[in-house]
C-alpha cells in the first residue's frame, strides 16, 4: 500500500520537475539571446552585428519551441517577435535601421526572461493578465517604426534642402559669370565697331591720299620725260570686310608700306630719267 502511494505521489511530482527543467532550458536559452541582442545591437561594424544576430535568432527560435513546450503562450509569442526583429536587423539598407531592430529584439529579449520568469514560478497556472493589450503594443511598435521613418524622412528632406539652397547658390554664380561675360562682350564688339568704324575712315582717307599721290607722280613722270610711263599700283585699293581681319594699327601700317612702295617706284624711275640725262 505504502508502494502504490509512493508511485503515485511521484506520477505528480516528476510532470512538475520536468516542466521546470524545461523552463530552466528555456531561461538559459533566453539569457543567451538576450545576450546576443545586445552584443548586436551594441557593435559597430557590420560583421559583429550579423555574427552576434545569427546568434541571437537561432537562441530565441530555441526559448520559442522551449516555451511552447511549457504552454507558456506569452513567452513563446515574444520570443517569436524577437526572432523576426532579428531577423529583420539583418535585411536593413542602413546601419541605423539595422540597430533599431535589433534594439527592439533586444529590449524583447529582457522582456522575455521576466515572462518565463514569471511562468516558472507559477507552473500549470500560467494565465495572468496583460499590462498592455496587444492591440496596444502593437500600436506602440508601429509608433516606433513610423517615429524612426519619419526621422528619416526629416533627415533626407533636410538634405534635399541644403543640396537645392547650395545648387542655387551654384546658379546664381553661374548667372552672374555669364552677365559678366556677356557684359565684356558688349564691351568688345562696342570697342571693335568704334574700331572699325575709324578703321573704314582711315582706308577712305588713305586710298584717296595715295590716288592723289600717284596721279601727281604721274603727272611729274610725264612733265619730266614725255615718252615715261608710270607704272600705276593700285594694290593699296582694298574691301571693307579686309578690315574686320585687322586692327587699327594693322590698317594704318598696311597704308604706310603702300605709300612708301609707291614713292620708291617713283624714286627708282626718276633714277633713270637722270641716268639717260647723264
Known amino acids: ?21 524545461v523552463y530552466d532550458d528555456a531561461l ?11 552584443k548586436a545591437h551594441g557593435s559597430n561594424n557590420v560583421y559583429h552585428t550579423q555574427e552576434y544576430a545569427d546568434k541571437a535568432i537561432e537562441a530565441f ?12 503562450k506569452k513567452a513563446n509569442e515574444t520570443a517569436y517577435q524577437a526572432k523576426v ?14 540597430r533599431f531592430f535589433a534594439k527592439r ?12 520568469t514569471f511562468c516558472q514560478a507559477n507552473v500549470g497556472d500560467y494565465a495572468y493578465n496583460e499590462e498592455v493589450s496587444i492591440e496596444e503594443e502593437n500600436e506602440i511598435e508601429e509608433e516606433n517604426v513610423m517615429a524612426e521613418i519619419s526621422h528619416e524622412v526629416s533627415s533626407k528632406q533636410k538634405e534635399l534642402e541644403e543640396k537645392r539652397h547650395q545648387l542655387e547658390i551654384e546658379q546664381r554664380e553661374l548667372e552672374q559669370q555669364i552677365a559678366e561675360q556677356n557684359r565684356q562682350k558688349a564691351e568688345f564688339e562696342a570697342r571693335r ?3 572699325l568704324k575709324e578703321q573704314t575712315l582711315i582706308k577712305s582717307k588713305a586710298e584717296n591720299a595715295l590716288k592723289k599721290l600717284e596721279n601727281a607722280l604721274q603727272e611729274l613722270s610725264v612733265v619730266l620725260n614725255e615718252e615715261s610711263t608710270f607704272e600705276s599700283q593700285a594694290d593699296y585699293l582694298r574691301s571693307e570686310n579686309e578690315l574686320k581681319n585687322e586692327s587699327l594699327d594693322d590698317t594704318k601700317t598696311f597704308y604706310v608700306n ?21
Open 1 to 21: 500500500m505504502k508502494k502504490i502511494a509512493f508511485i503515485l505521489f511521484l506520477s505528480c511530482f516528476i510532470p512538475k520537475i520536468n516542466a521546470q527543467n
Open 105 to 116: 529584439a533586444k529590449e524583447l529579449g529582457s522582456k522575455l526572461l521576466e515572462e518565463l
Open 258 to 278: 603702300r605709300a612708301k612702295e609707291l614713292t620708291q617706284t617713283a624714286m627708282q624711275q626718276f633714277a633713270s630719267f637722270n641716268m639717260v640725262e647723264n
Open 85 to 98: 526583429d532579428m531577423q529583420s536587423s539583418l535585411e536593413q539598407d542602413t546601419y541605423e535601421r539595422s
Open 28 to 38: 538559459t536559452a533566453a539569457s543567451y539571446a538576450y545576450s546576443h541582442s545586445k
Open 193 to 195: 565697331a568704334a574700331e
Open 61 to 72: 527560435e530555441k526559448v520559442e519551441n522551449l516555451a511552447n513546450q511549457c504552454g507558456c
